[in-house]
Each structure stands twice: as structure tokens, then as C-alpha cells.
């Protein structure tokens, strides 16, 4: 099961295998898929992984189940793949609806021709730019990004081939290394103008401003505020009216209420912001919430510095009076571990993925698990190691085609975290694709062990047991 943190931390597995699907036509039998019936809209889709937690979490199924869960998929998005909203004369939101989620693109319109924040989902390309044909017959001149995660860049190796990709300067380097090596973006996707602090564009007969944010959500946050329009995009800075997620490799849980500040003295009263998920939000709104992050974190650090522990301060509930703020990705309970871990928390230098990816590229699976195991010796302070982080390793590996190696990268993740039900899950997974039924029975049942609540491996034990 593919972990992650917060809530697209990157683009998963499925939705890696779901774009070569659709833009390769990889092999049926390489497919894994979420287990849906042919009445699974899209909406249940996305709520079911949702529940899950903060990972975005995918399921194994046969054979049999893909070409049932393709019809779905397809029948769900075929109702409204792409909501359209015109918000100004000039501005239109176009929600992007998948199994993975939704994110919002913003596309200033106009005789200039297309300024588009953000490129979505790449496996969502062609919807998008049918969607935009809708709107307008205008090319796509300028990209910017909001920041780095790959449902807000997904698209920029399309567009970017006839567009200039403007950006963060940390971004055109964050997209080229730590875990986002894995996404193997080409020289047309990442931004060919940078800038540090702030930048001024004029395009469509008005001043757009770029105002870097550091810190919060990831560490190349761009604000771009449409000022003739009184229209500002916020991306990841806000998530709606919830608790905020954070990249705990290049985010900053400490630097939520600097960022909110930061946004709130650089626009006007009266700005409608676009985040990079959910709906339009106020500048009340927006002040609302950094009031939220302010009081949460002086109560949960108040309470911690009185010799309470987390568990303790969950039980209690303080929380309470924030609860509206909750929801599947990140609870009450959530937020306070997250405050709490943000307070002690070594910022290492990258993800273990970027060495072990290399490895890969030159030698197999043992080579890889003999690289991090010298890593880890010799360097534990300049890596984030973890299970997360060698379980998408071993996902990378089985969507393209290299069961063998996955299954190795899989077999270290439960060397190291044998008490975790998550590493046998997917080991299991590997020996399913793999066609080795009785290791994928036996790991599913050790997952199952340690945790009694994985309804996936039960599902799937019902169906390797029916495949006998």
C-alpha cells in the first residue's frame, strides 16, 4: 500500500500506471487498479482512498476486476472530468476531477492568449486541454507554478513544449532531484524563468505579481495575484477551510502563520484567492485561518511544554473548538502530532530516494539495498530514510515492469520496519504482480496481524483464495 505524507505528497503509484495506461497502452496484466465495480462513480473513487488517511493509498485486484474499474473510471469521468468556472471577465477555474483527487488550474484568458497556473494532473492532459478549448481557441503562451507537487506540475511537459514555465528558482532544482527524480520530468517541464523574491508579469492587459512564500506547505510556494482582476492563487499555502498539509521534506509546519501573514500583507482587501484544492476563499477566510494555525499551535505547545504528551493531549481533545477545521486527511489528532513533530523534527538534506534511484538505474535491487544500508551507516543525519520513502521506491520499480527488483526493495522495507503492517502489505502486493500467490497470501496475513482493520489485504486474500 503506497504511503505518503500529507496529501499529494507526490503523484502515487496508480496514478503513475493510470497515465501509462492511457498514453503508452502498457499491458492489461501489468495493471493494478483500485478494486471498483462497474457503478463505482468517480466521486466514491476519490472518497475511498480519502478514508484512508493522509496517504494515498491504492489496492491490488486481479485481473478480472481492471477492465471493470477502467469502465468505471471512464464512465465517472466522462459526467465531469473538468468543472469550468468563470470567476472574471478574464479569469476561468478549471477543476480537475480524478480518482487521485481534484486541483484547481487557473487560465487568464485573453488577446495575449493563455496565462495557465498550474498544469494539473499529468495523466489529465488531453481533458485539459479540451476543457480549455471550451473556453477559449487561444494558445497557451506563459505557465507558473504554484509550487512543485506533480498534481500542480503534472502537465508542464506538455504544455511547456510551446510555453515559456516561469517559477521559483528552488523549483526548477526541487524537480530534478530528492523524490521527485522518480518522476523523470524532461528539460520541457521545468521553468525557464526563475526568480527569488518576487516577479512582474504583464499579460492580458494587466500586472501580474509572483510573490515567492517560503516555508508552510513546501518551500517554493508562489502567490500569483492577478491585480487588474482582484484574483490571487495561493496553491498550497491554504487548503480550503482545514488544517493545512506539509511536505516534511521541503515544507515547514513552523512557517504557516509567517506564510498567511506574508499573503495577507501582500493583497488588497477584497482579493478572491484560488487555492490549489478546494473552493474560492476570502481574505476573511484567509484570516480566519491564521488564526486557527496561531491558536492551535500556542495551545498545543503550551500544553507540551507543561510535560503533556501527544497522546495525552489527543485524548483530552483539545483540539475541539478547531474540530470544523478536521477532516479525512488530517483529524484533530493529526494536527496535533504534526505541531508536535514540526517542534523537533532534523531537516535532512533529501530523500534517500534520489541515491537509491541512481542505484537503480545502473544495477538491480541488491545493488540499491546495499547503497542504503551504507547510506544509513555512514550518513543517517543527511537522508530522510523511512518506510515511506523505500516503499515508493519499490512502487516506481513495479510501475515500470521490474516485479523482481520491487520485490527486493520490498523484502529491506520489512527487514527495517517489521513491526509495521503497511511494508507487508505491499510486499504483498509485489508478490501478487509478481504471480507468486503463496508469498503474497502469506505477507497480507502478517499485515493482517498486526493490523485487523486492513480491509484491503482481506479483500485481496478473498481473491487470491478464489483464484486457487
Known amino acids: 500500500m503506497l504511503g505518503g505524507v500529507g496529501h499529494v505528497e507526490r503523484e502515487s503509484w496508480f496514478l503513475r500506471v493510470r497515465h501509462h495506461y492511457v498514453a503508452h497502452e502498457k499491458r492489461l496484466a501489468a495493471l493494478t487498479l483500485y478494486p471498483v465495480s462497474k457503478s463505482t462513480t468517480l466521486g466514491q473513487c476519490t472518497e475511498h482512498h480519502l478514508r484512508k488517511g493522509p496517504a494515498m493509498n491504492r489496492h491490488l485486484v486481479l485481473l478480472f476486476f481492471i477492465v471493470a474499474c477502467a469502465s468505471a473510471l471512464t464512465l465517472a469521468q466522462e459526467s465531469s472530468p473538468v468543472q469550468i468556472n468563470q470567476i472574471t471577465e478574464t479569469i476561468f477555474l478549471l477543476t480537475e476531477n480524478s480518482p487521485a483527487g481534484s486541483v484547481n488550474v487557473v487560465a487568464s484568458v485573453g488577446p495575449d492568449g493563455i496565462l495557465l497556473v498550474d498544469t494539473g494532473f499529468g495523466f489529465m492532459v488531453d481533458t485539459l486541454r479540451a476543457a480549455l478549448k471550451r473556453v477559449t481557441g487561444a494558445e497557451v503562451k506563459i505557465i507558473v507554478n504554484t509550487h512543485a507537487h506533480t498534481e500542480h506540475t503534472g502537465g508542464n511537459a506538455a504544455f511547456g513544449q510551446r510555453a515559456v514555465i516561469v517559477g521559483q528558482a528552488r523549483l526548477r532544482t526541487q524537480l530534478r532531484s530528492g523524490a521527485y527524480v522518480m518522476e523523470e520530468f524532461p528539460d520541457d517541464a521545468l521553468p525557464t524563468v526563475t526568480f527569488e523574491d518576487s516577479l512582474i508579469l504583464y499579460f492580458n492587459g494587466e500586472r501580474v505579481r509572483l510573490s515567492a512564500v517560503r516555508g508552510g506547505h513546501d518551500d517554493n510556494n508562489t502567490v500569483i495575484h492577478f491585480t487588474g482582476s482582484g484574483v490571487a492563487c495561493v496553491g498550497g499555502i491554504v487548503r480550503g477551510r482545514l488544517f493545512p498539509t506539509v511536505d516534511r521534506l521541503s515544507g515547514d509546519i513552523n512557517a504557516f502563520e509567517s506564510a498567511l501573514q506574508q499573503t495577507l500583507a501582500n493583497l488588497p482587501k477584497g482579493t478572491r484567492l484560488i487555492p490549489g484544492h478546494g473552493g474560492e476563499l476570502s481574505m476573511t477566510d484567509l484570516r480566519q485561518i491564521g488564526e486557527m494555525i496561531k491558536g492551535t499551535f500556542t495551545l498545543v505547545l503550551g500544553e507540551l511544554a507543561k510535560g503533556k504528551d501527544v497522546s495525552t493531549l489527543q485524548r483530552e481533545n483539545v483540539l475541539k473548538p478547531w474540530s470544523s477545521y478536521a477532516d479525512a486527511l488530517i483529524s484533530t489528532d493529526r494536527w496535533i502530532q504534526l505541531i508536535a513533530d514540526g517542534t523537533r523534527s532534523h531537516r ?24 542504503y544500508r551504507q547510506l544509513k551507516k555512514e550518513h543517517p543525519d543527511d537522508y530522510v530514510f523511512g518506510e515511506g520513502q523505500i516503499n515508493r521506491v519499490g512502487y516506481y520499480l513495479l510501475a515500470n515492469g521490474r516485479t523482481k527488483d520491487a520485490v ?56 487470491l483464495e478464489a483464484a486457487r
Open 408 to 463: 527486493t526493495i520490498f523484502q529491506l522495507n520489512v527487514q527495517e520496519y517489521p513491526d509495521s503492517w503497511n511494508v507487508y502489505d505491499s510486499l504483498g502486493e509485489a508478490y501478487t504482480v509478481q504471480g507468486n500467490n503463496r508469498m503474497a497470501m502469506e505477507n497480507y496475513k502478517k499485515s493482517l496481524k498486526l493490523n485487523p482493520k486492513n480491509t484491503n489485504a482481506l479483500d485481496i486474500l478473498k481473491q
Open 348 to 371: 535532512a538534506a533529501t530523500s534517500v530516494i534520489e541515491p537509491l534511484y541512481y542505484s537503480l538505474r545502473k544495477g538491480d535491487g541488491d545493488a540499491a539495498v546495499a547503497q
